[in-house]
């Protein structure tokens, strides 16, 4: 039985897009990417996408792939093709990490629905390959016990699994409700929280899932709507933070919480995780044309009381304004 879905999305194929030079999304130009390609461009850094399959467009480039579902490695339905370009493009559409190296697991059928089982071997399989981040767009209600203890070994290996939270403004879809995730959500380019976007006590961070463009089948470009599309707008920014560093899960969550964007509630709350990911200040850099601060003592600061004191970052901030 098939139990594991793509959340419902929403795709606008778009032509003629080739004759351009070259192509982002809106999410890539306001994070302004190339300036943070100054620093880091997920140079050697292993990143596995569990998906539909293996990409076969000229802008994207895959090291490696494996298929699971007895269909064969390529992607045919498209969805795959996407999330690899948003991470990994480089020679029209541009991705978000350009040197990583990209692997890839079919567990989902062309139809776009698998098998537990083999999310399970996707994962195993990246684990063996020595992938640092692994993207998961997919899921849907688990009640196995197989596939948890896979997640807690590669969060103790210190390898990060980006999921997408899920389409239904419901709860979180498993895997990303596990505590061993990152689980994501999606805004809209108001920067407001999308109306779709799932929730719950296991949200970490949101980051653009509204309207972006990316690589599509048969060397095309579409617009794609939905949290599937916002875990690897993530995947690619862990995937520049592992070029500089090795950040495992607690790490990545503890500079989740310090430097994304608060939304909703102040600090943490169900509906919008953290906040929005700020690449610049997660990444520890400076944006140009904004002057230098002592921002980055201050975040270090709650970093520390985060992460080894367990404070939350509300009372934390609370703290420091005096509030």
């Given at each position: ?54 990409p076969e467009h000229t ?174 707008e993530t995947s690619g ?87």
């Open positions: 039985m098939l139990d594991v879905h793509l959340p419902p999305y929403k795709v606008e194929k778009l032509k003629g897009l080739r004759l351009l030079k070259e192509l982002s999304n809106w999410a890539f130009k306001h994070w302004k990417v190339k300036e943070i390609w100054e620093h880091t461009t997920g140079k050697e850094v292993r990143v596995a996408v569990l998906d539909t399959g293996r802008d994207i480039e895959v090291f490696k792939s494996v298929d699971f579902t007895g269909e064969g490695e390529m992607d045919r339905n498209g969805h795959a093709t996407w999330v690899c370009g948003c991470i990994n493009a480089t020679k029209g559409f541009l991705g978000l990490a350009p040197k990583c190296k990209l692997y890839t697991a079919k567990i989902l059928d062309n139809k776009g629905s698998g098998d537990w089982l083999w999310m399970k071997k996707g994962l195993e399989w990246a684990l063996e390959e020595g992938c640092q981040v692994v993207n998961i767009s997919a899921g849907g209600e688990y009640t196995g016990n197989e596939i948890q203890p896979v997640l807690k070994k590669m969060a103790d290996l210190g390898i990060i699994v980006m999921c997408a939270a899920g389409n239904e403004n419901d709860k979180l879809i498993f895997p990303a409700s596990n505590e061993n995730t990152i689980a994501i959500g999606a805004v809209n380019e108001a920067w407001q929280k999308a109306t779709f976007s799932n929730f719950g006590p296991r949200l970490i961070v949101m980051a653009p899932g509204v309207k972006l463009l990316g690589c599509w089948l048969n060397n095309g470009y579409s617009k794609a709507t939905g949290t599937s599309m916002a875990a690897p920014i862990l995937v520049l933070e592992r070029e500089l560093r090795s950040t495992n899960l607690k790490e990545a969550v503890a500079k989740f919480a310090i430097t994304s964007k608060d939304m909703g509630e102040e600090g943490w709350d169900p509906r919008t995780g953290w906040g929005i990911i700020d690449p610049f200040k997660f990444l520890g850099f400076e944006e140009s044309g904004k002057k230098p601060t002592w921002n980055w003592l201050v975040a270090l600061f709650f970093f520390l009381l985060f992460y080894f004191f367990g404070v939350p970052a509300t009372a934390v901030k609370k703290v420091f304004k005096g509030g």
